[in-house]
């Protein structure tokens, strides 16, 4: 359970997103969190960019 709470909660989302993406993507990361764009908006997006690449694959 605690695994679960970890992967989908939003800070984790981007933080592992951070570790793992092209550093392209993590500075576009890095760029919305100090525009003040919100950890549930941005692990959201992050999740619907995942998905539509699944879906092209």
Known sequence: MLEALQ???PA???YRAIQTRPEAEVHEIVRRIRA???AETIARQ???VDL???VQL
Do not use: R, W
């Open 36 to 38: 003040g764009a919100d």
């Open 46 to 48: 992050l999740s619907t």
């Open 52 to 54: 539509l690449l699944q």
């Open 7 to 9: 992967v989908s909660h």
């Open 12 to 14: 984790a989302v981007i």
